[in-house]
């Protein structure tokens, strides 16, 4: 199994297996952003499922900063109860298997994987620091939540394109004042927010950092500025890095990682060593393609410490228990169609590709 089976200790957190639920936006919750009854199934599903952490879709740490219409809430305290059930879903039946919540801003409207739901509002050039630190404190309240509902980790947003990404690109950051210019200001933001986390939730709770290792954009930023970034992220006091990539056209960037990783299958293959090195003894997760067992298992022996999944896991809940713990060891059956992905603008995540209904209307 190559490790893959064995498990992994996050902070205080020990994790039974290194797979891990990257976060996926179920847009299921009701308009309020509060936990249903079709939210509690889909983490059901997954907790046995047999993945070693689950990390739910990115819930909004600010109504303004909401992207999709039923993307959950942290934003105030009555989605406490909602998400303590959740958590106590996945502890249930989960057998060990730990949970996160995922914080998010959104921004500025147009970016990451918002293809179609773009209700946040932010002026990323005009906002002044009184608002900037606002949201910032937002964080904090947002994950002290978190811990009320009796999540084991928080995990943060900082990826393709949304507002902390947005703040540490040189292409979406025109500012001029602290919050811009320089790396070290751009970076500013992402630190004001894993200080204003660390302390709302005390030094014991795992922070869980997705940040792009790469823009994949002109004039972005690329793997050797942001190792620099997860460093000082982790020197804050961020316990587990997973990487990513990408602001925006995602799909397009998606196909032609894949193409470029072959049999490799990981995207983000080559920010591995230069990520491990730049954080240390901290765990590294990485996420995007991965579907085998022989890939997963390459990707541990190169030093990386989770093996991250999303669309595999839309199509296969199950999929961790399968290849762990049954003689089926076939890769995953997602074909990376991004159906699932240009569905959620408007509807519940559901593989779209593999549901009998929209195979017997697709042919009508
Ligand atoms: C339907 C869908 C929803 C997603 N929602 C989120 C999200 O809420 N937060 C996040 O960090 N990434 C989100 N992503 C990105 C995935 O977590 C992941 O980084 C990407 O799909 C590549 O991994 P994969 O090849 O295992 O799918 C989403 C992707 C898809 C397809
Ligand atoms: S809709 Fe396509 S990309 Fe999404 S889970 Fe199904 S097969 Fe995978």
Sequence with gaps: MGGLDQPFSVNRMVVKNRILRSA???????????VTSGLMKLYFDLSVGGAGLIITGAAGVELSGRVWTNQLAAWDDGCIDGLESLAKVIHKWGEGCKCAVQLHHGGVSGYGYSYGGKQAKFSLDDAPSELIRKTIASFGEAALRVKKAGFDAVAVHGA???LISQFMSPVT???????????ENRARFALGVVQSIRGSVGKDMPILWKMNCDDYHEGGQGVGEYARVARGLVEAGVDLIELSGGLKDQIKLRA???????DHEAYFRPAAQPFRDAIGGKALAMTGGMKSLPAMEALLNQGVDFVGMCRP??????????????PDKRKAKCTSCNKCLLRIAREPVKCVEFDEFERMIRNL
């Design 256 to 262: 032609r990682l894949a193409k470029e990783a072959g």
């Design 24 to 34: 996926t936006m179920e847009n299921m919750a009701d308009s309020e952003g509060r």
């Design 313 to 326: 896991l839309i199509s296969e809940p199950d999929l961790p228990r399968r290849l762990l713990s049954s």
């Design 160 to 162: 393709h394109g949304y």
């Design 173 to 183: 950051n025109h500012r001029t004042d602290g919050w811009g210019g320089s790396p």
